[in-house]
Structure formats: C-alpha cells, structure tokens
C-alpha cells in the first residue's frame, strides 16, 4: 500500500527523522560567543570595542599610553557590516 498521497498526488516532505515538515521558515541566527564577549551596542546604535596592546607586556609602554589605551572605542565603518552579522544584528 502507498503511504497517505496528498492533492497533487505526491508525497509530503519529510526531513531525517521521517516527521512532516510543517513550516518553511529560516532558522533563527546564532550569536557568536565570542563577539559577545567583545562588543556592546550603544543608545544611537553605534559598536563599542575595547582597545588592543593593554593586557600584558605593560612594563615597556609608557604610561600615557596605557592611559590612552584603557578608553573604548568604536567600531570602524568598514567592519560594523561584519560584527552586526557576528552579533545577530542584521
């Protein structure tokens, strides 16, 4: 015997574990662990980053350097596309 034939005469589609498909959405996009780690969104919409060259081999960098360092930055125009689609965003 055939299995269950709907309208159109051809069997409904069916994924591995043989259950019917119900709904043809896009699954739900992952944020990346570690681009959450290192960014934070502000009010206006902006990408928030913490500055490199300040977490070890300190003692060979002058303290106003440092000073300058500990500051956030932004995210570069050319690579807000790249960290909004690591973050889920757009």
Do not use: C, W
């Not at 269950?4 to 591995?16: A, E, F, V």
């Not at 002058?62 to 125009?77: D, F, G, H, P």
């Amino acid at each position: 015997m055939h299995p269950i034939i709907s309208g159109n005469g051809r069997k409904p589609k069916t994924d591995i574990d043989n259950k019917t498909i119900k709904s043809k959405t896009m699954p739900k996009l992952k944020t990346k662990s570690g681009a959450k780690k290192r960014f934070a969104l502000t009010g206006s919409g902006k990408i928030k980053r913490k500055n490199a060259y300040k977490s070890h081999i300190l003692t060979k960098k002058e303290t106003k350097q440092k000073r300058n360092l500990t500051t956030t930055s932004y995210v570069a125009k050319v690579d807000e596309k790249s960290v909004q689609r690591q973050l889920a965003i757009k």
